[in-house]
């Protein structure tokens, strides 16, 4: 059974940064594209990062410059850098997980979701 388990969300001032984390269980890690997405109140879930098995990645406009994916296989944990948060990313901030990535951007192309990690970016 596939789990992914999100941390490390929280209250921080805009400029401020913070590290989210999720934990993968349940699948083969290294070879698993994994992604970051995000949902507002009142919105639509929306693309924010991705990496492939192979450690290609991928990052939406408003992430590009400010925002880093990683993981690191050995904990099976993926990990998103936010810089220069802006009150614009407040969001629930979800881990998402699939062994064979079609669209990355696509929400509906990931097979798996964690629970979410509130971040909210004051002003």
């Known amino acids: 059974q596939v789990q992914l388990a999100e941390s490390g969300g929280g209250l921080v001032e805009a400029g401020g940064f913070l590290r989210l984390s999720c934990v993968a269980s349940g699948l083969a890690f290294s070879r698993t594209a994994m992604g970051w997405f995000r949902q507002a109140p009142g919105a639509e879930r929306e693309f924010v990062a991705a990496?492939?098995?192979?450690?290609?990645?991928y990052y939406a406009d408003h992430a590009e410059g400010r925002f880093a994916i990683s993981k690191d296989s050995a904990k099976n944990t993926l990990y998103l850098q936010m810089n220069a948060l802006k009150p614009d990313d407040t969001a629930v901030y979800y881990c998402?997980?699939?062994?064979?990535?079609?669209?990355?951007?696509?929400?509906?192309?990931?097979?798996?979701w964690g629970q979410g990690t509130q971040v909210t970016v004051s002003s």
């Open positions: 998402s997980a699939d062994l064979q990535l079609g669209v990355v951007t696509s929400s509906t192309d990931w097979s798996y």
């Open positions: 990496i492939t098995g192979s450690a290609n990645t």
